[in-house]
């Protein structure tokens, strides 16, 4: 079955600078990578995701790049600031009647004020 | 956004007795619902899938015996943690799709700690 590994486990960065989370995955039939995010005590929600179709895309500070070939997917977050300190999990999915879903172990990521 | 709901947020029963956690859809209809299970300061680990009308598929480790799922109605989908034991101590979360046209979103519940004495 599938696998994904993510780093780093933790991450640390100043307020205002940019964060990079990676991930790789093992089944090269996945085809939708998706990125979610959980605040302390809060239930895990959609950050921005991409399809295998599309190597890269943004949603204004958050970012997305996928390499099929090297089965690496990876989260750029750039002018972090303080509310973006949170876990932060990576996804894999493939669509065959329903997307079953395989996280990564997450990244807890502080931004310092 | 689709709402999930799931019921208890928190319980503490004592070992050997059964659980029933509830998932619900509260604004849309979802034919596939997934559990997942999550260790402190740990991933989502999926247990299994519950489909509308049949049977759950579980992964590879889940004892389908323990942990029943029934998926009775389109917005509903139970997890029952039968005999628990301290080592099914956990916070379980429940997740939706609203199975609209190529969207793998899930739609995450507020999960449920469970605390076996």
């Known amino acids: 079955g599938e696998n994904v590994e993510q780093h780093p486990s933790t991450l640390s960065v100043q307020e205002g600078d940019s964060a990079v989370i990676k991930c790789t995955y093992s089944?090269?039939?996945?085809?939708?990578f998706p990125w979610y995010k959980q605040e302390l005590g809060k239930r895990p929600q959609l950050i921005i995701d991409?399809?295998?179709?599309?190597g890269e895309k943004k949603d204004q500070r958050i970012a997305v790049t996928l390499n099929k070939t090297a089965k690496h997917f990876s989260l750029h977050i750039t002018e972090t600031q303080p509310e973006d300190s949170a876990v932060y999990f990576c996804?894999?999915?493939?669509?065959?009647?329903?997307?079953?879903?395989?996280f990564g172990a997450g990244t807890r990521l502080f931004v310092k004020a | 956004g689709a709402v999930v709901s799931q019921h208890p947020s928190w319980v503490i029963c004592k070992s050997g007795t059964s659980v029933k956690i509830e998932c619900r859809s509260l604004?849309?209809?979802?034919?596939?619902m997934f559990w997942y299970r999550q260790f402190p300061k740990q991933s989502l680990m999926l247990m299994a899938t519950?489909?509308?009308?049949?049977?759950?598929?579980?992964e590879q480790g889940v004892e389908k015996d323990k942990f029943l799922i029934n998926h009775a109605s389109l917005t509903l989908s139970t997890l029952t943690v039968t005999s628990a034991h301290p080592e099914d101590s956990s916070f379980y979360i429940c997740?939706?799709?609203?199975?609209?046209?190529?969207?793998?979103?899930?739609?995450f519940g507020e999960g449920s700690r469970l605390t076996v004495l």
């Open positions: 089944d090269s039939a996945s085809n939708y």
């Open positions: 519950s489909n509308e009308g049949s049977k759950a598929t579980y």
């Open positions: 604004d849309f209809q979802a034919t596939t």
């Open positions: 997740s939706a799709q609203t199975g609209g046209a190529f969207t793998g979103e899930l739609f």
């Open positions: 996804a894999a999915s493939m669509d065959t009647g329903g997307f079953k879903t395989i």
């Open positions: 991409i399809r295998s179709n599309v």
